[in-house]
């Protein structure tokens, strides 16, 4: 059947743009179709835009994605998915997209994708090579793997320390009648065990910018190993990368498959060149993600060395509002670790005052000296 | 029965909800496609106007659960009234166990919450489940089984078969991701701050006294002001209160009296930040712009 078919064909493409779409949305797709709704394609399109979008992100990207299918085949429908035809390469589009991306780091993660487990390869191999620059000492392979494993779990074992902290309170402070009550009817409701009412603690949340500009190069493959082992630990984690802008990198940071996720953001890192804009960064961050990665006990860790070509003072006056909104902020400066450094790149100037750990980031051990921080917040 | 989208929006109207086409489309396919509707948006958008709308328009009832962190199952769905149960076991003392037992385990010591509440009503009302995020995430997937099942079982009691299927919409502020299972589940709609003639129209609608030209100069300006760098961004209903203060002034235009509009800002601007931001010089500059 005609309708059903480019009903299944457009859930397909959605799909292929990161859209879950599933075989009961299909079927309720269909019963739109047949309805009055589906006589008029801006009612079918509001209609069927309510049925497959689950995000807002799915929400922004619908219109485009459904006018370049039911409107064109033209120009269009080349531009905005490219790969209608070809699924592999039109899901990398999307993703681009997500990230903020330009297409060619893309064009590149699609072939090593379909070379399967070849790209894997390649991936790690791009990863080590940075980071045999990174680390300054560690030049041995070997040495590197290690190092990277190492990352990984460390992140893992901090956030292990950090979820236990939920479990350790027995007693609480006030009593719970209801509970009491409700546990000592077997005894005739004579009270002899009490309940008691414990606050729950939540678990901190970890949001980590990363600084990934040239000028911290020698580091970004290693933060990046560690960043994916937080990411994809933490339940409560969120990760950004910035340079001249910032880019939400969680969602592809949660690939289980290490090599491939730091492939995507190795790529990414790699890409740019030019100057730092932290002020700016932030700012799309305080603007843009803030209000939805932060809470109350939501820890800030930036990774930078603090050389910034934008303006000191538009980064201290975005510091101070990101101070504001979490409960900590934490700076790591791999430059700490270098001798006779002091924090003088006017950027880390203006940022200072608002930084409640300034702490050095230039070995594993700087790292784990963290954990113990991050457990008492 | 089944109301097409026309109706719908008609009826929208009616109970003086001013809807745009979208949101009509998506409370037509709630009720064509029995699923239950996530509104997100910022806030201060109007997303549980939505449900109050909606409940006027079927007529029915609107039971309202709001949501919080450590929000249970005891809260949401049932509890027993141990006090009353306390009480009954002290008076019957000495009679067969088993008989107190069945006693206060009837429905006449069961409290409903709003989700039995929600599932046990003759004619379907509308359930709204106000800001799902800040629930916890077991909650959650129990809301989720609750959704596609429709019934709940009381251990004591049995099992509770849905007697109707409430209409049911769920709110988030985006504190929280929501797992990909209740996403899947329900409808997806988000709410965006009206456009400047809807906004001008939900004034007039809620206000009668305010006059069009004003309704569409103060929407004007609150839409410039929306896009201000603002840490709270001023809703609607914000807007409303403030149309609500310029009318009580007696107002008639907004650049009859620059002033009162700066002093009176205080209806939009909940931080201090935002005040000293929106200093005279820019309130002007927007005012210029709009009015």
């Keep these: 059947m005609q309708a059903a078919q480019r009903i299944a064909e457009f859930a397909r493409v959605l799909r292929h743009n990161g859209f879950r779409v599933g075989l009961g949305e299909t079927r309720d797709a269909l019963a739109i179709m047949a309805s009055p709704a589906g006589a008029r394609p801006s009612s079918l399109q509001s209609a069927l835009r309510a049925l497959f979008c689950a995000t807002h992100s799915d929400w922004e990207k619908f219109d485009e994605i459904f006018s370049a299918f039911w409107h064109g085949?033209?120009?269009?429908?080349?531009?905005?998915?490219?790969?209608?035809?070809?699924?592999?390469?039109?899901?990398?589009?999307?993703?681009?997209?997500?990230?903020?991306?330009?297409?060619?780091?893309?064009?590149?993660?699609?072939?090593?994708?379909?070379?399967?487990?070849?790209?894997?390869?390649?991936?790690?191999?791009?990863?080590?090579?940075?980071?045999?620059?990174?680390?300054?000492?560690?030049?041995?392979?070997?040495?590197?793997?290690?190092?990277?494993?190492?990352?990984?779990?460390?992140?893992?074992?901090?956030?292990?320390?950090?979820?236990?902290?939920?479990?350790?309170?027995?007693?609480?402070?006030?009593?719970?009648?209801?509970?009491?009550?409700?546990?000592?009817?077997?005894?005739?409701?004579?009270?002899?065990?009490?309940?008691?009412?414990?606050?729950?603690?939540?678990?901190?949340?970890l949001v980590i910018l990363l600084d990934a500009s040239g000028s911290m190069e020698l580091y970004t493959a290693f933060f990046v190993r560690f960043l994916h082992g937080v990411v994809d630990a933490f339940h409560e984690a969120e990760a950004f990368v910035f340079h001249t802008r910032l880019a939400h990198v969680s969602p592809s940071l949660r690939d289980r498959d290490v090599a491939r996720a730091v492939d995507k953001l190795s790529l990414m890192a790699l890409g740019i060149g030019g100057g730092t804009r932290i002020g700016e960064s932030l700012?799309?961050?305080?603007?843009?993600?803030?209000?939805?990665?932060?809470?109350?006990?939501?820890?800030?860790?930036?990774?930078?060395?603090?050389?910034?070509?934008?303006e000191p003072e538009r980064l201290g006056a975005e510091m101070r509002r990101l101070r504001r909104r979490c409960r900590r902020i934490v700076w790591l400066n791999p430059l700490i670790g270098w001798r006779d450094y002091s924090p003088q790149a006017r950027g880390m100037q203006a940022a200072l005052p608002y930084v409640d750990l300034f702490a050095p980031a230039h070995n594993l051990e700087s790292l784990a000296a963290l954990e113990p921080y991050l457990a008492r917040i | 029965m089944t109301l097409d989208r026309e109706n719908i929006s008609n009826r929208l109207a009616a109970v003086s909800y001013i809807a745009d086409r979208d949101i009509a489309t998506a409370l037509w396919l709630m009720e064509f496609l029995k699923r239950p509707l996530l509104l997100e948006g910022e806030a201060g958008v109007g997303k549980t106007e939505v449900a109050k709308a909606l409940a006027a328009v079927h007529g029915a009832e609107l039971i309202r659960l709001q949501c919080y962190e450590g929000l249970d199952q005891n809260?949401?769905?049932?509890?027993?009234?141990?006090?009353?149960?306390?009480?009954?076991?002290?008076?019957?003392?000495?009679?067969?166990?088993?008989?107190?037992?069945?006693?206060?385990?009837?429905?006449?010591?069961?409290?409903?919450?709003?989700?039995?509440?929600?599932?046990?009503?003759?004619?379907?009302?509308?359930?709204?489940?106000?800001?799902?995020?800040?629930?916890?995430?077991?909650?959650?997937?129990?809301?989720?089984?609750?959704?596609?099942?429709?019934?709940?079982?009381?251990?004591?009691?049995?099992?509770?078969?849905?007697?109707?299927?409430?209409?049911?919409?769920?709110?988030?502020?985006?504190?929280?991701?929501?797992?990909?299972?209740?996403?899947?589940?329900?409808?997806?709609?988000?709410?965006?701050?009206?456009?400047?003639?809807?906004?001008?129209?939900?004034?007039?609608?809620?206000?009668p006294g305010v006059e069009t030209t004003l309704a569409l100069q103060i929407a004007r300006l609150v839409n410039a002001i929306r896009k201000e760098d603002l840490r709270k961004v001023p809703g609607v209903a914000e807007t409303l209160d403030w149309a609500a203060t310029l009318a009580g002034l007696g107002l008639h235009d907004l650049r009859q009296e620059p002033e009162a509009i700066h002093e009176t800002m205080m209806c939009l601007l909940k931080t201090h930040e935002d005040r000293s931001r929106l200093t005279r010089e820019v309130t002007e500059r927007l005012l210029g712009k709009v009015a």
């Design chain 1, 73 to 205: 085949r033209d120009m269009r429908t080349a531009q905005v998915v490219s790969g209608i035809g070809t699924p592999r390469a039109s899901r990398n589009v999307g993703e681009a997209k997500a990230q903020g991306l330009g297409q060619p780091d893309h064009a590149q993660r699609g072939e090593g994708d379909a070379a399967g487990g070849h790209g894997r390869r390649e991936g790690a191999s791009v990863a080590e090579n940075l980071a045999t620059k990174d680390l300054r000492h560690v030049t041995d392979p070997a040495e590197v793997a290690a190092t990277h494993a190492l990352a990984a779990r460390l992140a893992r074992s901090m956030r292990a320390r950090l979820v236990r902290r939920e479990q350790v309170r027995r007693r609480g402070r006030r009593l719970d009648l209801r509970r009491t009550i409700h546990r000592n009817i077997s005894h005739g409701g004579t009270l002899i065990e009490l309940a008691w009412r414990r606050r729950k603690i939540k678990p901190l949340r």
């Design chain 1, 283 to 310: 700012a799309t961050f305080n603007r843009w993600h803030a209000r939805r990665v932060i809470n109350s006990r939501t820890a800030v860790m930036i990774v930078s060395d603090g050389y910034d070509t934008g």
């Design chain 2, 75 to 207: 809260a949401a769905l049932y509890e027993w009234n141990y006090q009353r149960q306390l009480l009954a076991i002290k008076t019957r003392e000495g009679e067969n166990a088993e008989t107190i037992e069945e006693h206060i385990f009837s429905e006449r010591y069961l409290l409903e919450r709003p989700l039995l509440a929600a599932i046990r009503r003759t004619a379907p009302p509308v359930l709204l489940v106000d800001e799902i995020d800040r629930a916890d995430e077991e909650f959650e997937a129990f809301l989720l089984e609750l959704l596609s099942d429709f019934q709940i079982t009381i251990p004591e009691l049995g099992t509770v078969k849905a007697i109707t299927i409430p209409r049911v919409v769920l709110t988030s502020n985006g504190t929280r991701e929501l797992s990909d299972a209740l996403r899947r589940r329900c409808l997806y709609h988000y709410v965006d701050f009206p456009d400047v003639d809807r906004e001008a129209r939900i004034i007039m609608a809620r206000l």
